[in-house]
């Protein structure tokens, strides 16, 4: 181009205007063969290219990325993106999907509105606890949290083994609870509770055998709710209280950090676990790579490399599971089904009641 540009100057008089008008066509490309922005790139990248919006950490992505593009040989981009963020892009862009792969949220986010995603079954679904499948057709179940009871072994006079122990009356004032209005990881043990408690767990029912537990159980925190939820677990480890009711995550993070005087219980009354997944955007460039992507981002090979990161915790019970990241889960563990979708249909009327049940118990005053 540029030998184009200096050949056309050569040119007698009588092309002047023509060759300007050449000059500035020809300069136009040259102005936007830079680097595109990542919403700009998705239309433009090659057959063997993939862009994935994500909410993973860089710990996560630090070896999802190489692991990823050396099993699919494909040029993956990744855009982090906090999870509202994410769904805001891809239905902004509905028209013209700028990526090919959501993958900042889960089942919850991905069912507000399937059209904006295609249809999709993961063919290792199956080989997930029956608890925490994908049963919508578009969600690829990725990872999960759940909540964990964690105790200080030297200070707590017996082991925990489920909510029930928490009544015990020597554990008064000694148990580290988050607020559930605020802290999700608090909330989701409310939840937790009230259908392991209540009077049907296996089909979530929420009563009021569940709320005399809620009830009871508030009574033994002696009016302490914490207002941290890294405060729980740290605090039991530091001493600070015997027990402590937290997530998965950040109990196995502070083992992981030397804390060896704890222990983690999966309460025996039963575990929930929200999942978190990733789907394919509707219309999307790369349709056929996002389909391998997401048959590889959910199969044995991805899990077993990924388990290896502290504070990975598996969705999958057949992993030889570092002892870091080990929280117990066996075929054997009760699951209920309580998944994100039935949160967002029940998280209102919940917290209503129990900050009706905190006024009535005087808690902060």
Not at 27 to 32: A, E, H, Q, R, S
Not at 63 to 70: F, G, M, Q, Y
Not at 94 to 120: H, M, R, W
Request: proline share 4%; charged share 20%.
């Amino acid at each position: 181009m540029y030998y184009l540009l200096q050949n056309a100057g050569r040119k007698g008089n009588g092309m002047k205007k023509l060759n300007l008008v050449l000059s500035l066509f020809l300069l136009i490309p040259l102005g936007g063969c830079g680097q595109k922005k990542p919403e700009e790139s998705a239309a433009l990248k090659e057959d063997n290219s993939l862009i994935v919006y994500t909410s993973s950490n860089q710990a996560i992505l630090d070896v999802l990325e190489p692991a990823a593009e050396k099993a699919l040989g494909l040029e993956i981009e990744y855009i982090s993106l906090a999870s509202g963020e994410g769904y805001a892009r891809v239905v902004a862009e509905k028209e013209n999907p700028q990526a090919d792969v959501y993958n900042c949220g889960g089942p919850a986010e991905i069912d507000q509105d399937t059209s904006l995603f295609a249809p999709y079954v993961s063919p290792h679904n199956d080989e997930l606890p029956e608890a925490i499948r994908a049963t919508d057709g578009y969600a690829a179940i990725t990872g999960g949290n759940t909540s964990v009871i964690i105790y200080n072994k030297d200070l707590c006079p017996f082991e925990i083994t489920g909510y029930e122990d928490l009544l015990d009356p020597r554990l008064k004032g000694h148990i580290a609870f988050g607020d559930a209005v605020a802290s999700n990881s608090a909330y989701y043990h409310l939840e937790n509770m009230l259908v392991d408690m209540g009077g049907n767990p296996a089909e979530n029912s929420i009563d009021e055998k569940g709320w005399s537990y809620v009830r009871s159980f508030l009574e033994n925190l002696d009016g302490r709710i914490i207002d941290s939820s890294s405060a729980v677990y740290k605090g039991v480890a530091a001493g600070e209280y015997w027990v402590g009711l937290t997530y998965d995550v950040g109990a196995v993070n502070i083992i992981a950090d030397g804390a060896k005087n704890v222990a983690i219980c999966l309460m025996k009354e039963g575990i929930i676990t929200k999942t978190g997944g990733a789907a394919i955007i509707a219309n999307c460039a790369h349709p056929d790579n996002a389909k391998k992507y997401l048959d590889w981002l959910t199969s044995k090979e991805w899990e077993e490399q990924k388990v290896k990161i502290p504070g990975c915790i598996p969705v999958r019970t057949d992993l030889d599971i570092p002892e870091y990241n080990d929280i117990g889960i066996t075929s054997e563990t009760v699951v209920w089904n309580c998944p994100s979708t039935w949160t967002a249909q029940h998280k209102e009327e919940i917290v209503a009641k129990y900050q009706s049940l905190l006024e009535e118990m005087n808690f902060g005053s």
